[in-house]
């Protein structure tokens, strides 16, 4: 750019036309202080230049774009030697650079965060093993803070049997230094936990030795799970269950003691790497089991087991799917329980009852048995302590369960059951339950009867689950739901989402009602919709369609609708495909806005524009007809003049007198038709004069008569003037405009 010590832009280039989004003729006559922010704008940056050394300065500022933004740019500038000559600058985007300047700063202030916050302790050691830095996470694990760590040498932090292994690594410079070992922290010091170390020498450019980079994983609560499992595995080893271990597969991994003798192995070796499936009677039947432990994740029943020498025993069976702590299933575990002897069966099915208690209290159901002979109901399971009944107290009748059912939901529970009963139909039904404390919960309640020989209803089991939090939830979505659409229609926006494998669509109610059709009358299939299109965008809008579903790029379009009564409307629609892994469209979500009123106003604006344009032209027609009124009549009087002049010359013949009468009259009739244009620019130009004058109205009449006799004869029609008694003969009016009035008047009568 090309600047004088105004600030006033002389010439600029394309590149900052480029930049500034200013075209070079918008540039020029620019005062730079409009195009540089920076304190003091235009005046300091001439300052800047002028003392820059030798009329030269480079500095950064903030360039403001015609479209309001901003960039930041290098200004480098230098003036001339004379006084008056121009300045001139060069101007470059230093975006890029100040962003990679910022990303720079956030990575440092990034990986700083990230030394102090991670959980891994990190040390920095010379080649003493003295350390030089320590993080907040390796002095949290030594109970201190990372200050008194440093200037220590890092053989005081570990017990007596870590030092050698440490000291051993700190004499090692090649890969031999990187490889993981654990150690044991020092009695009093972090509690004596353990820590998996590694190691990294670290050398200069040069290949210099500078010390070690440590990093220590605290391992403590993985050497006692370790420990534990040890003991477990130990107690497992010894109890007296039969237990067994397999692959997920069904290949025996372990087997305890207890199962050995259930199974009459004498060794674990004799079981080992062989089937589970082999131990059951109906190799099927342990296939299927299997199947399910996989899918299902536990399994509870009985089978009919086959020891090594082909006899036959009934055990109870628990199996469980084990998972790792990220839920990959690693292995499967079962217990084999001998129930042979009746009282083994009957601890077995204590056991079971209270497991399965022990869950229905864990999801919020209680289970109930309903007695139809005493009419009493039994509960276990989940207890809600405001409720009234709770399981294992003492039975109560379904009369007082009734009467603590709301009244609303009393009706339609009782029809259920009674449908259930006697028809056979599902009974499932949610209702409200009252509370001690005089509140409602909701229950969703779940049961089938059990038949007598006779096909009578004897009993009846099931399971009540409390559904108090999913119905809020409910509630709570139904009040978003009602929101949302309240806000759609307050902005008259509608939103849709179709599943375009499935073909199926949702549309909200501010759809109909921008379309001014019911929920009903528009199919799912995009056809339906483009038949609301107005028949002259249909082809943009499908075309529109097509390219989003073959991209999956978003879409924005504002085309016309028609609605059922045929009133047409302007819409804005807005839209975007999800498209599959195989770049097929398979959804498709987007929203309608009614913007009629804003395009209407767009029309209305250009019309008032186009009618200011055009009267402004008229005007300036009948503005300059007017004006020019003298120039028109001088050379048409002049005309009229010399006509009058050559019909008083004495030597002309007749036939000269008759070319020039017929001259006169021409110019007489092309002078009445300019004094007629004239009046009317006249009147349009806001010019109109009034000349008054005497006139003898008496006889301005009687011409008139004479002029419009012989129409009037013509036509059939007679023409009389009649005079009112009190009618002036002499009045001072403009002859020539009464006069043309009096004809247009009689004229349009004739």
């Known amino acids: ?73 290098e200004v480098s500038a230098s003036a001339g030697t004379g006084e008056n000559e121009p300045l001139i600058a060069f101007v470059r985007d230093i975006g890029e650079r100040k962003r990679a300047e910022g990303a720079l700063k956030a990575s440092e202030a990034r990986h700083r965060r990230i030394v102090e916050t991670t959980l891994t302790g990190l040390l920095e050691v010379d080649g003493g093993g003295v350390v030089t830095f320590a993080n907040r996470t390796v002095a949290e694990m030594l109970g201190t803070v990372p200050e008194k760590l440093v200037g220590r040498s890092i053989l005081e932090f570990v017990d007596d049997k870590s030092r050698p292994v440490v000291r051993l690594r700190l004499g090692h410079r090649g890969p031999e230094a990187r490889s993981p070992f654990e150690v044991r922290f020092a009695h009093g010091l972090g509690g004596g936990g353990w820590a998996l170390v590694h190691g990294a020498p670290v050398f200069d450019d040069g290949g210099a030795f500078h010390g070690f980079l440590v990093s220590l994983i605290d391992i403590t609560d993985r050497r006692r799970q370790e420990e534990e499992l040890r003991v477990k595995e130990a107690a497992i080893a010894a109890s007296s269950a039969a ?97 042979t002897g009746p009282k083994t069966v009957a601890r077995a099915l204590r056991r079971e009852k209270e497991r399965l208690e022990t869950a229905s209290r864990a999801g919020k159901v209680a289970m109930w048995d309903w007695d139809f002979v005493t009419g009493e109901v039994e509960w276990s399971g989940y207890e809600d302590p405001g409720l009234a009944v709770k399981p294992g107290s003492k039975p109560v009748s379904r009369e007082e369960l009734n009467r603590r059912i709301h009244p609303d939901d009393l009706g339609p529970m009782l029809r259920a059951l009674q449908d259930h009963l006697e028809k056979g139909q599902p009974y499932d039904q949610e209702f409200r339950v ?94 339906d919709f483009f038949a609301h299109v107005h028949p002259e965008d249909r082809s943009r809008v499908a075309d529109a369609w097509a390219e989003s579903m073959a991209s999956g790029l978003s879409r924005e ?115 009445g038709l300019i004094d007629d244009v004239l009046e009317m ?26 002029m419009f006799r012989l129409r009037a004869r013509e036509k059939g029609l007679s023409l009389e003037v009649e005079h009112a008694g009190d009618l002036p003969r002499h009045v001072v009016t403009d002859e020539k405009k009464l006069r043309q009035i009096l004809i247009n008047l009689t004229g349009n009568a004739v």
């Open 243 to 339: 237990i067994v271990i397999t692959d997920l597969g069904g290949t025996i991994t372990f087997a305890n003691d207890a199962f050995l003798g259930l199974w009459g192995c004498t060794s674990e070796e004799e079981l080992l790497g062989t089937s589970v499936f082999d131990c059951w009677r109906e190799r099927r039947r342990a296939e299927e089991v299997t199947a399910a432990i996989l899918n299902e994740g536990r399994w509870v029943g009985e089978m009919v087991a086959r020891r090594r020498d082909g006899t036959t025993f009934e055990a109870n069976v628990l199996a469980n799917r084990v998972a790792d702590e990220s839920g990959r299933p690693i292995c499967l575990l079962a217990s084999f329980v001998d129930v």
């Open 557 to 671: 379009l504002e085309h016309r609708i028609v609605t059922p009564a045929g009133r047409v409307k302007w819409v804005r629609a807005r839209w975007k495909a999800e498209l599959d892994a195989e770049g097929r469209p398979v959804r498709a979500a987007g929203t309608i806005q009614d913007v009629t009123e804003h395009m209407l106003a767009r029309e209305a604006q250009s019309l008032a524009r186009a009618k200011e344009a055009a009267e402004a032209a008229n005007r300036a027609k009948s503005a300059f007809l007017a004006s020019m009124s003298h120039e028109i009549r001088t050379p048409m009087n002049a005309i009229l003049g010399f006509c009058q002049l050559l019909l008083g010359d004495a030597s002309l013949t007749l036939r000269q007198r008759e070319q020039l009468g017929a001259i006169h009259r021409s110019g007489e009739h092309l002078l």
């Open 1 to 73: 750019v090309i600047f004088s010590r105004d600030r006033r832009v002389l010439e600029a280039n394309h590149a900052l036309e480029v930049l500034t989004g200013y075209t070079r003729d918008e540039l020029r006559g620019k005062d730079l202080a409009g195009l540089l922010a920076m304190p003091g704008g235009g005046e300091v940056l001439v300052a800047e230049i002028l003392a820059g050394g030798e009329g030269r300065g480079t500095f950064e500022a903030r360039l403001k774009r015609h479209d309001g933004s901003e960039r930041d740019v």
């Open 434 to 527: 009252l509370r001690e404390d005089g509140a409602y919960v909701w229950c969703r309640d779940v049961g089938a009867a059990t038949m007598d020989e006779n096909g009578r209803p004897c009993r009846m089991s099931g399971a009540a689950t409390d559904v108090t939090d999913l119905k809020a939830a409910e509630a709570a979505l139904v009040a978003a739901k009602e929101r949302l659409e309240e806000a759609q229609a307050i902005a008259g926006l509608g939103s849709w989402e179709r599943d375009l494998v499935a073909g199926t669509q949702t549309r909200s109610a501010e759809v109909f009602r921008i379309l001014e059709a019911d929920a009903g009358a528009i199919g799912d299939a995009p056809a």
């Open 681 to 706: 620019s006249k009147i349009e130009a806001g010019r109109v004069a009034v000349s008054p004058s005497d006139v003898d109205l008496h006889g301005l009449v009687w011409d008139l008569e004479s």
